[in-house]
């Protein structure tokens, strides 16, 4: 057909459209489309839809007014109320929110150039190409309204090029697509990756076409770890509104649950696997979701991994874990879930998975590490619902080089001893035997000499090593304490009474008291000593300056010099008055008659 007589033609459908309208020309054929009915002509649908045409010529009604059904049309009663309004030349405006629809009814109904030329499926894949698929937004506009109109939308391919068209686009847009960037470590190089505008937008996608599109642009050189931000804002925007701090029963119908569970595990299977491309915090809010909607168990355990890798970089509130239970026989932390972070954590440290190869920031990493779990520690020591085992086992996992002082476990195993106070003790020895005792700050020790909670022998052993410490300073001993005495078995010897053990420690405390205000004596000798000496210095250099010819100093000088009596032997002696564990002191070979048996 030439295009004069296209022209004509279409001319001539569009004022025979205008005519039936205008007249108000009875109508011929009633469509149902799902609960909506059309009472329209024959005619203008006949010349442009192939599916009403078939329809029509297969009905078997006689009279005059046919009745056919399109239960299934993509869009509904909306689409074809717009398909309509274009078969009977009515004007209308295409637009990136009804283009879609436009498109996949068009192809349903069969409108296309072999019934009308410039029918609807040719205009509107001419707006599609050279409008809707040129922009960014547009693009994730179209393929959002797609996501209703399945299969018909797959089938025409407009999923697939509005998935394209966004990722070629991003890939332009942002600054995670050079193919000449080489991590051979896979670290993130920027410090925090930049959210771009149109982040924002993909958020409104469901999740499969989300899935699909992240793909389409690592496929098309997006740099993994530049997804985080992306993946950050969907999650928050998906999975809000669940109850994931622990503050109330679980409230969400059983297909949201299902929904957002299939978002989260969709999401977590998406995340870089750059070290520090999420941070912890938002790694700990998708554990908790993912807990919470009870997800698969690969699932959780790959957030476990991710958060025990960058365990140096969280605080306290990222590992304080809901355990979701409201019945009042567990405890209110997830303690279990901890355990297993810190277990992946030690697990990277000794197999040399950590991308840091610097012995310092290792080290520093390790101490982080340990102050953190003892702060948890502390915090989860007051649930009365957390038994011993628990306790002990996480307490135990503590690498001993992360703690250069003992004040966070002894913090932690006070509270514990405060909240359980039916222990055994047994129990409660099992409990104090997690610090060392001689790695105690003087507040610490201070604090714990003083503390009835503890178990006589830990005091003891506090006293002990306090008293070790301030001999120590008073002899400038740079030697370290020697161990306490050894404690005798129990089941050799029967345990001694509970009123010999206060005895004991009330005489330790008075001597310790005694050693502290020795300290204190020889102190103030040492600062008088050291002032007369540089006294007697300053005058005896001027007398010999002046009578250097004396006999008197002859004679003196002939005759070798007496020893003078050291300041700090007298100091020794003193200190070894106040020995209340009986320990003799270096080369002496023999005990003195006055020694005390060691305390059990």
């Known amino acids: 057909m030439s295009a004069k007589k296209k022209d004509l033609l279409s001319s001539a459908m569009k004022r025979t459209s205008e005519w039936i309208s205008s007249q108000e020309v009875s109508s011929d054929v009633t469509v149902h489309v799902g609960e909506t009915s059309f009472s329209l002509h024959k005619f203008p649908l006949l010349s442009k839809c192939g599916l009403i045409k078939k329809l029509v010529s297969e009905s078997s009604n006689d009279s005059d007014a046919t009745v056919i059904k399109i239960p299934d049309i993509p869009g509904g009663s909306e689409a074809f109320e717009l398909t309509t309004k274009f078969c009977y030349g009515i004007n209308f405006d295409m637009s990136t929110e009804n283009i879609a629809m436009l498109r996949c009814a068009s192809e349903y109904l069969e409108m296309t150039e072999e019934h009308s030329v410039e029918n609807l ?20 506009t179209v393929l959002h309204k797609s996501e209703d109109l399945l299969p018909v939308a797959e089938r025409v391919k407009l999923v697939s090029r509005c998935i394209d068209a966004i990722a070629y686009m991003t890939c332009q847009e942002s600054l995670f697509c050079s193919p000449t960037s080489n991590n051979s470590n896979n670290e993130v190089v920027s410090k925090q990756p930049v959210v771009d505008w149109w982040a924002e937008d993909l958020t409104v996608l469901r999740i499969d076409s989300f899935q699909r599109v992240l793909i389409a642009m690592m496929a098309r050189g997006f740099k993994q770890y530049g997804l985080g931000p992306v993946l950050m804002l969907y999650a928050q925007k ?6 994931i701090f622990g503050k109330g029963t679980k409230k969400i119908e059983p297909k949201q649950e299902h929904e957002k569970r299939v978002i989260l595990e969709t999401i977590v299977s998406l995340l870089p696997r750059e070290r520090n491309a999420m941070s912890v915090s938002f790694l700990s809010m998708l554990l908790r979701a993912a807990i919470y909607l009870e997800t698969t168990v690969a699932c959780r355990l790959d957030l476990e991994k991710r958060m025990g890798l960058q365990l140096s970089q969280a605080v306290l509130d990222d590992l304080l874990i809901p355990s979701y239970s409201f019945t009042g026989e ?11 972070i810190l277990m992946n954590y030690l697990e990277f440290e000794v197999e040399g998975v950590r991308l840091s190869n610097n012995g310092a920031d290792l080290a520093g990493d390790m101490e982080r590490v340990g102050k953190l779990m003892e702060t948890y520690l502390a915090e989860i020591a007051s649930d009365r619902n957390v038994s011993l085992q628990k306790f002990i086992g996480l307490a135990e996992l503590i690498p001993e080089q992360s703690r250069v002082t003992e004040d966070g476990m002894y913090r932690a195993v006070d509270i514990y001893l405060k909240a359980h106070p039916n222990m055994s003790d047994v129990e409660r020895k099992k409990v104090c035997s997690l610090m060392d005792c001689q790695k105690l ?10 503390n009835d909670r503890l178990p006589v022998q830990t005091i003891v ?5 306090e008293q070790q410490r301030l001999r120590g300073e008073v002899t400038n001993d740079t030697d370290p304490p020697a161990p306490p005495p050894p404690q005798p078995a129990t089941a050799v010897l029967p345990p001694p009474k509970l009123s010999s053990y206060n005895d004991e420690l009330s005489k330790v405390k008075r001597e310790n008291q005694d050693l502290k205000l020795e300290l204190l004596k020889m102190k103030m000798k040492l600062k008088e000593f050291e002032k007369d000496n540089t006294e007697k210095r300053s005058s005896s250099t001027t007398t010999i300056s002046s009578n250097h010819s004396s006999p008197r100093s002859t004679a003196s000088m002939d005759k070798p010099p007496l020893p003078r009596k050291s300041f700090m032997n007298s100091v020794s002696k003193k200190l070894g008055k106040l020995n209340p564990f009986g320990i003799p002191p270096r080369g002496r070979t023999k005990p003195p008659k006055d020694r005390r048996h060691s305390i059990s």
């Open 330 to 340: 567990h405890s209110l932390f997830d303690t279990d879930t901890v355990q297993r």
């Open 121 to 140: 499926v040719s205009r509107s894949e001419a707006y599609l190409t050279e409008v809707a698929l040129k922009s960014l937004s547009s693009a994730i």
């Open 238 to 243: 998906s999975l809000r509104g669940l109850e």
């Open 441 to 450: 700050s003087r507040e610490a020790c201070a604090h714990a000499a003083q």
């Open 461 to 465: 052993q506090v006293l002990y090593y």
